[in-house]
């Protein structure tokens, strides 16, 4: 008897996506199947190109499929199509930015931690995987991107009906407030003006239709946060903090704050978290896993650890962060990981909350 498209949709019922734990078919990730003389050819969705675990679901789709009589080959061929939050989620507020998939802010409890280098290596990270990605900087008080992604001679441009488009670099679209005003010019914004400077450049800038925007905010637990609750539907929000007890103390404020604003919190990387010397030898200099045991005691998921590195601060600099991904294949894995980690815990976010069923409490 010949293989059977129903037979190989049936091995698939019992391959979990290893993070979100149903099955391929349940979860409506299969989305071809073939069959011709032995070889299996199965297409698979991913809910995010950025996918950490799509090698395990290519080995254990094979396995499964192999165990039918008959079968010698499997192909298993990937597409990734961002889920967006939910329905629900999104229409929760009025939603200023409808052509967004996940809103992702990325916060620290002090500056100085790397939260801008962070955000900008996530974004391109992000992008590399094959996603839409915006960042927007929304700190408003000490714009980094103009130096961090090299917008030196970007010149801004009006778009019909007064929106701005925004820059396109290292296959993002971005937004910052240090291309609209003078440089050197202090930025100095009063509660409400902080509030309408944000908002503008939410709202005001073309971001079209993107997969992940990603916002870059001020350190601490300021008035910019509670606008950007109040504004807009996030998916969550990232912390990004170093490894010493008082970096921790300050990225646990930022945790707490997000989640009186009523943020999810995607996660915590860990930066600056140990040194390579040129010995070969690795020095934890501000004491490595600081920020995750942190993490794991506020009940956080942990996104991965940025060691201090060299050309990381150089391509900073530069204005390059895409060399990060290219010139060393060292950093460009540590990068990558907490890139994936990251896209693997927006999807688990989102689709987890759309098989969770309601739960009501009689009392
Ligand atoms: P924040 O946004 O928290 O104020 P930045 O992202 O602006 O911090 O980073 C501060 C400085 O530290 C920048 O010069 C940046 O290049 C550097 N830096 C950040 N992370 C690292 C790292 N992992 N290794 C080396 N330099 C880093």
């Known amino acids: 008897m010949p293989v059977t498209k129903e037979q190989v949709i049936d091995r698939l019922r019992t391959v979990n996506d290893p993070e979100l734990h149903r099955d391929l078919v349940t979860l409506n990730m299969v989305k071809n199947v073939a069959?011709?003389?032995?070889v299996?050819?199965?297409?698979?969705?991913?809910?995010?190109?950025?996918?950490?675990?799509?090698?395990?679901?290519?080995?254990?789709?094979?396995?499964?499929?192999?165990?039918?009589?008959?079968?010698?080959?499997?192909?298993?061929?990937?597409?990734?199509?961002?889920?967006?939050?939910?329905?629900?989620?999104?229409?929760?507020?009025?939603?200023?930015?409808?052509?967004?998939?996940?809103?992702?802010?990325?916060?620290?409890?002090?500056?100085?931690?790397?939260?801008?280098?962070?955000?900008v290596n996530l974004a391109v990270g992000l992008?590399?995987?094959?996603?839409?990605?915006?960042?927007?900087?929304?700190?408003?008080?000490?714009?980094?991107?103009?130096?961090?992604l090299g917008l030196d001679q970007h010149k801004p441009q009006m778009a019909q009906g007064n929106m701005i488009v925004p820059f396109e670099v290292h296959g993002i679209k971005t937004m910052t407030i240090g291309k609209l005003v003078e440089p050197d010019k202090p930025l100095i914004w009063r509660g409400p003006m902080a509030h309408g400077a944000f908002k503008q450049l939410a709202t005001q800038t073309d971001w079209g239709t993107l997969d992940y925007l990603i916002i870059d905010l001020p350190p601490g637990t300021g008035d910019v946060p509670l606008t950007m609750s109040q504004l807009l539907p996030l998916t969550g929000a990232v912390v990004v903090c170093t490894p010493q007890k008082v970096a921790q103390d300050d990225a646990r404020r930022a945790i707490a704050m997000f989640r009186q604003l009523d943020i999810?919190?995607?996660?915590?990387?860990?930066?600056?978290?140990?040194?390579?010397?040129?010995?070969?030898?690795?020095?934890?200099?501000?004491?490595?896993?600081?920020?995750?045991?942190?993490?794991?005691?506020m009940g956080v998921p942990f996104l991965g650890a940025v060691p201090i590195n060299m050309a990381l601060r150089a391509n900073s600099d530069a204005g390059n962060p895409t060399a990060n991904f290219t010139d060393d294949p060292k950093l460009a894995g540590e990068l990558d990981s907490v890139v994936k980690t990251l896209a693997g815990q927006v999807s688990v976010h989102t689709l987890s909350g759309a098989y969770v069923q309601p739960t009501i409490s009689i009392s």
């Open 35 to 38: 069959v011709c003389d032995g």
């Open 127 to 148: 992008a590399r995987a094959g996603a839409a990605v915006g960042l927007m900087d929304g700190d408003i008080y000490g714009p980094s991107l103009p130096t961090l």
């Open 40 to 119: 299996v050819s199965v297409d698979i969705e991913l809910t995010t190109p950025a996918c950490p675990l799509k090698d395990q679901i290519q080995k254990e789709v094979q396995a499964a499929v192999k165990e039918l009589d008959g079968v010698e080959e499997v192909g298993v061929n990937f597409s990734a199509n961002v889920a967006a939050a939910s329905p629900q989620q999104r229409a929760a507020k009025s939603n200023p930015l409808p052509g967004v998939k996940h809103i992702i802010a990325v916060g620290a409890g002090k500056g100085g931690v790397g939260k801008s280098t962070v955000a």
């Open 264 to 297: 999810d919190m995607l996660g915590v990387v860990e930066n600056m978290s140990y040194f390579i010397g040129e010995d070969g030898k690795e020095y934890d200099i501000f004491g490595r896993g600081g920020a995750e045991t942190m993490a794991q005691e």
